[in-house]
């Protein structure tokens, strides 16, 4: 049972970060009642009040129609660092979609690239292909 304190699933976790990234242990659940009392945290209320308060989608060009991609949360971090959200942008790259803008993604992730990626794979700004713009909001853990 000692593999499954919380120190060791820490230790487990930090590993998942990815450089230039560190954990925040006050954000990391480890339990159904974790989850619940996520909800206090002062990072998740704000998040909260942020979207329901003052997020607005941004404007896309008159002519276009917006889609959302939902994607699943992934055990690395930054998402978009991933095994699955990079076969999910390698393959919407593969069929079309462009960037519509440049990437905020740190220089570091570029020792991630494998033989054969789009430079673009990391990139986490909105897509384009034909009149649709494709609208993928991952939340990036910021740098510390």
């Known amino acids: 049972m000692e593999n499954f304190t919380r120190e060791n699933r820490l230790q487990e976790s930090a590993i998942k970060i990815r450089k230039p990234f560190k954990i925040d242990p006050t954000l990391c659940i480890y339990s159904p009642q974790e989850n ?9 209320k704000s ?3 942020f979207i329901q308060n ?23 971090k930054p998402y ?17 979609w462009e960037p519509t803008g440049n990437s905020d993604a740190p220089p570091e992730f570029e020792d991630l690239f494998e033989m054969g990626d789009d430079p ?4 986490e700004g909105h897509l384009k292909k034909g009149n649709l713009i494709l609208e993928r909001k991952l939340l990036l853990l910021k740098r510390n």
């Open 36 to 44: 619940v009392d996520s909800l206090s945290h002062p990072k998740i």
């Open 80 to 96: 978009i660092t991933s095994r699955e959200h990079k076969a999910i942008n390698s393959t919407l790259l593969k069929d079309g």
């Open 47 to 49: 998040w909260q009040k």
């Open 120 to 123: 673009a794979i990391f990139n």
């Open 54 to 76: 003052e997020w607005t989608p941004s404007p896309i060009p008159k002519g276009f129609k917006r889609l959302a991609l939902i994607i699943p949360c992934t055990k690395y």
